[in-house]
């Protein structure tokens, strides 16, 4: 049975907004506006739903962290740069990746390198706000890590050695400059 690709993306855009559990009413004002996915969702801010400050926040909270869990693959510490290994490069994707790694909050910049996020750290601003990005990249990296040993545990694989992210000290840990 072939599916034609409009019913398809009705579909996908009904079990985006479902997945969020958003409510009858809350789904006709998104759609009237032409919000239908998680990466739009990804990239709003609150006021711009029109569902109130907690519900929106919610809602876009919830969608960023379901992208991230979806495309993230891989995170990588050297130092102060954090590469975040994608499989999905798009916007949306983007937004919910530096939103979640509080990138956004932080004195941050951030290129894409190939299928990565690069984030380092700006020359101003407190350097703990930096800190706070490799902190919360550095517990994605564990989350990821326990996710896949668990998935390989249930398919009757151990890893007999425990696995880590790669954390590399920065020269200027280490007294070079």
Known sequence: ?????????????????ELLGVKPAERRKLEAMGITTLEQ???????????????????ITAAQNILDNRHIQEVEI?????SIKLNR???GVQAAVKAVSGA??????????????????????????????VERVRKWGDIMAAKQE????????????????????????????
Do not use: N, W
């Not at 993306?9 to 009904?14: C, E, G, K, Q, T």
């Not at 050297?78 to 954090?82: D, I, L, Q, R, S």
């Open 41 to 59: 969702l990804a990239q709003m801010m609150r006021h711009e739903l029109g569902l109130g400050k907690q519900r929106g926040d919610d809602i």
């Open 104 to 133: 956004y909050e932080s004195t941050c910049d951030s290129r894409l390198v190939g299928d990565s996020l690069v984030l380092t750290p700006t020359s101003r601003g407190d350097p703990r706000s930096f800190q706070y990005v």
């Open 1 to 17: 049975m072939v599916i034609p690709s409009h019913l398809l993306s009705l579909h996908s855009v009904r079990d985006d907004l």
């Open 150 to 177: 668990q998935g390989l545990h249930q398919i009757g694989v151990t890893i007999l050695e425990p696995r880590s992210i790669s954390v590399l000290p920065s020269p200027q840990a280490q007294g070079h400059t």
């Open 89 to 91: 490069v798009s916007q």
């Open 78 to 82: 050297k130092g102060e740069v954090v």
